[in-house]
Structures are given as structure tokens and as C-alpha cells.
């Protein structure tokens, strides 16, 4: 019975490792997420879906005329601030140029500053719009051949900028544009009506990607539309999208919001709209076609807009106000608008998954010592350190009935010998044996089994969080949200090629070995089984298990090999004493009798 059970325990553990590291390898060599980063500066009459005046509830596809005759270059408003620089194309009214100033896109310093929206000469169109659509047949509406006209040079904080257009029947559009010292974006749509009969539109915000981006592929991280909607978050691949949207005319979902917000979500960019007031209500959709638009004739949108049109008397104006933020996604600053906003769910940007209320912790007290020190490699050392202080009672109970099982060897190698032919007999005197000594035999598993929560936060805090991007530790782990770059393989790069070329388990970084060394010197320390078929299991267990994790973060490396090493001097601390108490014990028997 033990042996069936041990083997089902090494089976499972060894499917679990299996999975986890099936599903978190990307299925295809990772692409930067990043687009190109040299905008053009003019823009073509390429179709767009927008509001249609069919369908006035929710932005849709419309037909806009072009012109007959070549036309200017559309002129462009700068925009600026510590954090983003780029453009507005005044023809179309869009957001479709913006440089992230303080990200690269590699670690070299000389690599391009991560571009989040490009236009559409780009060959891959990203950008956020503002727009009406016509309630009324013969008014005229802004489209994407509209240009407007800015009330100053530039946009940057402290300096709104009004973009106003007269359609010459009467009505003036109107667009009231801000930015702050980090990535949001806020704009108040307005329509004066001059004339003298009552109008119809509809004031619509959206963002747009016509392309297919390209995606990690890592089963733990989702990227495609995002957004909490109405209280709840809602997640939906690009895959899953379209496969709705072309089960329901394009639209992949669509619901009515108080406050929230809803985008696109890539592994650390966010570029997303919502209301400017968390009372306000407005309909939310995802949307995809595929018509021959954009490069790959993939079109991604998502739109917020007025759940009905807004009438305009004579005289009077209407108004909606709107924000879209376009940027990293930094936990604190998400935070930050959250808290000052009122945001609903915003940090959940970020893909802390199903154990958020683990994730987030781990990665805030590792910020805050990384705020100490300086570096996010120490944060993760003093951060395993604290852990393990906080597990101790518990790890010391299971260290000392390890090492009682390790004492108590010789005597369950004897019973297995003396009813080797009677399996049910020998379970019995084993337990009886426990019983005795006062040993549980399953105390052992408790050390790994309060690892593992701890692992899978870490791990997914040092995968999701923009912030341990490009954090250097020591000597040449220049990045710990990435792999080892070294390889044994190649002698740590003595020898002239990468055999993780022709197989990812070719990778053995160096702090994999160190790893594996600390779980096997661990293992030394722990109780062997006394049947030696699975002693020789547990001898391969911590190659297969550095096999396993050589290609994870070089922080979660970090961490299982200071984890390890921590353990390692604990349990033997543990098996000392107790080694000292009881030869303690045998000779004050001797010196009573």
C-alpha cells in the first residue's frame, strides 16, 4: 500500500510539472509585441467600421466617401508628456501615434522606444478615435476624411486642446482633448447646435487594431480584449472573438456599463476606453471582421458609445466625456487611477489569474523591498527569507519527523526484509512502528507542499508585472522576468553555437545547475525509502525537475535555489539537535542505571 501510494504521489507530481511546463512554453518562438516605430505622417481613405446610422446603439460599419482629387497631407498635432510622445492625425480625429519615452523594447540601450499605436500607412494600424453618428438622414457627421481644426500646437498636460469642426448646416462638433503626466487620455465630445430644428447623433469612443497582433502563447497570460463591464471582468482571446463575432454579425460581445472599461490587453501594454465618471453608463462592444482592411484584413475594435442617440434642441448642447488610457500597465499606477478615478477592477488589467489575492501581495511586498534595496534579485532573496520565517513552526515540525523517518531507516528496512513475503503483515508492523515512535510519515511532504502556492504566485508576479521586465540581479542575469542566457551545453558559451536551437531541453542555464545541486544535497538529507526501486526514482528526481524548470524566469531559478539552500541548512540544523538530544538522552540512561 505505501508503494502504491508513493508511486501515485511521484506520478502526479511529475504530471503536474509536466503540464505546468507544457502549458507555459509558447507554442511558437516569442515576437515582440512592440510595433514599429517610424509612424508615417500621412493617412489614406481607407474604410473604417464606425457608428452606423442603422444602428444607432452601437458603433458598426459605415461607408465614408473619398475624395476625388489628391488632397494635402493631413496635418498632426504633437502630443507630449514625461512618459509619451507622438502625434494626432487632425484628418479622422485619431490617436494614432504614441511612443512609450521610458520602455525599449530590448535591453540595449540603443533599441527602439516601444510604439504602442501606429497609423494606418503603418503596416500595422492601431489607434484610439472619436466620433458621431448621424441620428438624423440629412446631417452631416465628422468621418475619417474630416479635418479638423485644433485650438493650439500642441497637447500636453496643463494645455487641453479643442478640435472643432462645422458640418455648415448649423451644428458644430467639438472635441476637448487632455492629457496627464502618464498615460490617460481624456476627451469631452460636444455638439452646439446653432440651427433651428432638433438633431440626432450619437457620440461614440473606440479603438481599433487592424491587425492580428502577434501573441506569447503562454497558457498562464491572456492577451486579446479585456475589460470589467458592468462589475465583472471579462476576458476573450482573439481566437474565441472571432469565432463569437462571426456567430453574431461581428460582434463579439456587447453589454451596457457603469463605469468600467474595456481594450486590448498585450503581455504589458494596455490600451483601453472608458467613462470619465464611474456613475455614468455607456454600451461596450468587441468587435472583429474581416473585409480586406488593415494588412491582414483582420479588424479588432472596441467602442463605447451612448446606450441610446442624444437629441440636440436649437440652441442647445450635448456633451459626453470619455477616456482612454493607452500605456504600460504599472501596478501602482493602476492603482493610482483606480483610487482617484474610481476605475472599477483596473489593476485587473494586469493577469494576476485566479489567485490574485495571492499574486498581487507577493508582487507588492516584493516591490516595497525592492524600493530598499535597489534590486529585484535581492527582494526576491530577503522576500524567500520571510517566507520561509513565516512556514517555520510548521517546517520544523516536518523537518524533525524527517529526520526522525531518517533515524528509523534501519528498523523499516528490517521489517520489509523479516515479511518480505507477507506485504500486509509488514504494513502492519510499519504502522505499529509509527505509532511507537510517534512519527507521521506524510509530515515529510508538508515543506514541498507549502512551496507550491508559493511557487506558481511567484512565478506569475516575476511573468505578468511590467516591472520585473529588464531588472538586472548580478553578474550576467541582466533580465529576471527572462531565462538564464547562459548554457552548459556549450560551456557557458565557451563553445560557438546555442543547442537550444535544435531543443528547449538543451537549455541549462548555470543557476539551473546550482538549483539542481541544492535539491539534490536536500534530498541527501531527507529520509531514503526502503525499497530500493524507489530510492532510485527519488535519485532522478532533481535532474528531471531541473530539466524541467531550466527555461523559467531566472528570478523564480533565483528563488527555488535560495529556497533550497535555506531548507538545506535548516533541516540539518534540525537533524543535529535532534542527533545531540538523543545521544543527550542515552547517556543520562546510562548514567541511571
Known amino acids: 500500500m505505501d508503494q502504491k501510494r508513493l508511486f501515485a504521489a511521484i506520478a502526479l507530481s511529475i504530471g503536474i510539472l509536466l503540464i505546468f511546463d507544457v502549458y507555459n512554453r509558447a507554442t511558437r518562438p516569442p515576437t515582440p509585441t512592440s510595433l514599429p516605430s517610424t509612424p508615417a505622417q ?166 481599433r487594431r487592424e491587425h492580428t497582433p502577434p501573441t506569447a502563447g503562454f497558457y498562464i497570460l491572456h492577451e486579446g480584449f479585456t475589460g470589467v463591464l458592468d462589475g465583472r471582468l471579462h476576458e476573450v482571446t482573439y481566437k474565441n472573438a472571432e469565432t463569437e463575432a462571426q456567430r453574431r454579425s461581428g460582434i463579439a460581445l456587447e453589454q451596457d456599463t457603469t463605469g ?16 470619465a465618471s464611474p456613475t455614468e ?7 472583429f471582421s474581416n473585409d480586406g482592411g488593415g494588412t491582414a484584413g483582420d479588424r479588432w475594435q472596441v467602442d463605447m458609445a451612448a446606450p441610446q442617440p442624444v437629441t440636440v434642441a436649437p440652441g442647445a448642447t450635448a456633451q459626453t466625456a470619455t477616456r482612454v488610457f493607452a500605456g504600460a500597465k504599472e501596478v501602482h499606477l493602476l492603482d493610482s487611477y483606480m483610487e482617484r478615478l474610481h476605475i472599477a477592477d483596473f489593476d485587473k488589467a494586469i493577469d494576476f489569474g485566479w489567485f490574485y489575492f495571492l499574486v498581487k501581495p507577493f508582487f507588492l511586498a516584493l516591490d516595497w523591498i525592492f524600493r530598499l534595496t535597489g534590486n529585484f534579485g535581492v527582494a526576491i532573496l530577503i522576500f524567500t527569507v520571510l517566507i520561509k520565517a513565516a512556514f517555520f513552526p510548521l517546517a520544523n515540525k516536518a523537518y524533525h519527523s524527517m529526520a526522525r523517518m531518517k533515524a528509523l531507516a534501519p528498523k523499516m528496512t528490517e521489517i520489509k526484509e523479516r515479511y518480505k513475503d507477507d506485504p500486509q503483515k509488514a504494513q502492519q ?17 508538508l515543506p514541498i507542499l507549502i512551496q507550491i502556492p508559493v511557487f506558481f504566485a ?27 542566457p547562459t548554457n552548459l551545453f556549450n560551456l557557458f558559451g565557451l563553445l560557438p553555437f546555442d543547442p537550444a536551437q535544435w531543443s528547449h531541453w538543451l537549455h541549462m542555464p548555470a543557476w539551473a545547475v546550482i538549483m539542481g545541486i541544492t535539491m539534490f544535497v536536500q534530498q541527501k538529507l531527507n529520509p531514503p525509502p526502503p525499497d530500493p526501486i524507489q530510492a532510485k526514482i527519488f535519485q532522478w528526481m532533481p535532474i528531471i525537475f531541473t530539466f524541467m524548470l531550466a527555461s523559467m524566469p531566472s528570478g523564480l531559478i533565483i528563488y527555488w535555489a535560495w529556497n533550497n539552500t535555506l531548507s538545506v541548512a535548516q533541516q540539518y540544523y534540525i537533524m543535529r539537535h535532534d542527533r545531540a538530544a538523543a545521544k543527550a538522552a542515552k547517556t543520562s540512561v546510562k548514567a541511571a542505571k
Open 42 to 207: 500621412t493617412t489614406t481613405a481607407t474604410p473604417a467600421p464606425g457608428p452606423a446610422a442603422s444602428a444607432p446603439a452601437a458603433p458598426g460599419a459605415a461607408a465614408e466617401a473619398t475624395t476625388a482629387a489628391p488632397r494635402a497631407a493631413a496635418a498632426r498635432l504633437p502630443v507630449e508628456n514625461p512618459r509619451v510622445a507622438g502625434s494626432i492625425n487632425l484628418r479622422g480625429a485619431r490617436l494614432d501615434d504614441l511612443v512609450l519615452t521610458t520602455y525599449r523594447e530590448t535591453l540595449a540601450p540603443d533599441s527602439p522606444r516601444v510604439r504602442l499605436f501606429a497609423p494606418r500607412t503603418d503596416p500595422n494600424p492601431y489607434f484610439a478615435q472619436w466620433g458621431w453618428t448621424a441620428g438624423n438622414a440629412n446631417i452631416r457627421v465628422p468621418d475619417n476624411e474630416t479635418d479638423w481644426t485644433a485650438s493650439a500646437d500642441r497637447l500636453a498636460p496643463g494645455t487641453p486642446v479643442t478640435l472643432s469642426w462645422d458640418n455648415g448646416q448649423g451644428q458644430v462638433f467639438e472635441i476637448v482633448l487632455s492629457l496627464d503626466e502618464q498615460y490617460m487620455f481624456s476627451a469631452e465630445q460636444r455638439v452646439r447646435n446653432t440651427g433651428t430644428e432638433a438633431v440626432t447623433v450619437l457620440p461614440w469612443a473606440r479603438i
Open 260 to 275: 468600467g472599461w474595456a481594450g486590448f490587453t498585450d503581455k504589458y501594454w494596455l490600451a483601453a476606453v472608458m467613462p
Open 281 to 287: 453608463t455607456l454600451r461596450a462592444a468587441y468587435r
Open 429 to 445: 508492523e510499519m504502522m505499529a512502528l509509527y505509532r511507537t515512535e510517534k512519527v507521521n510519515p506524510a509530515s515529510g511532504c
Open 458 to 484: 511567484l512565478y506569475k508576479a516575476l511573468f505578468v508585472t511590467i516591472e520585473m521586465r529588464h531588472q538586472p540581479f548580478f553578474g550576467w542575469i541582466h533580465d529576471l522576468s527572462a531565462p538564464d
